[in-house]
């Protein structure tokens, strides 16, 4: 399956906040779409994503006055991006590789949604799901 064929089904919304947010918005606002992560967007360029992870990072670090500080202060920075032709096996292998669980998609140059672990994880789950399905319906015809 593709990412694209993922998004279609999923939908392509994208969470987006600013990198002056604070960190404390930042969580509300997870909280709110109950999701994993955000992606925060400088204008129409992507400048990193706010995990929970990164959460957890900047209170360990800065305590409770990290959540009055601008997420751009502990973002991940370095992101990752995911394309609309590639494979659930290439995102799951870079995903694991990089120990992240949430992947923007860009199609020509422009944000088109995220995959999260949990999408990939769902994928892989259908395709097995079928599989044995059709390996069931063709042993019995047999």
Known sequence: MLVAEILK???D???S??????VAQACAELDTRRVGAL????????AGVFSE???VKAVTA????????PVSDFMSADVVFAKPGET????MGRMTDRRIRHLPVMRDSRLAGVISIGDVVKCQIAEATQEAESLRTYISAG
Not at 17 to 22: H, M, N, S
Not at 62 to 69: F, T
Request: aromatic fraction near 2%; include cysteine.
């Open 9 to 11: 089904s999923k939908g």
């Open 62 to 69: 800065q305590g409770a006055g990290a959540l009055d500080r």
């Open 13 to 15: 919304a994208v969470f």
């Open 39 to 46: 992606i925060v967007c400088d204008g129409d360029r992507v």
């Open 53 to 55: 992870r990164d959460v």
């Open 88 to 91: 659930v096996a290439i995102l």
């Open 17 to 22: 906040i600013a990198p002056d947010t604070t």
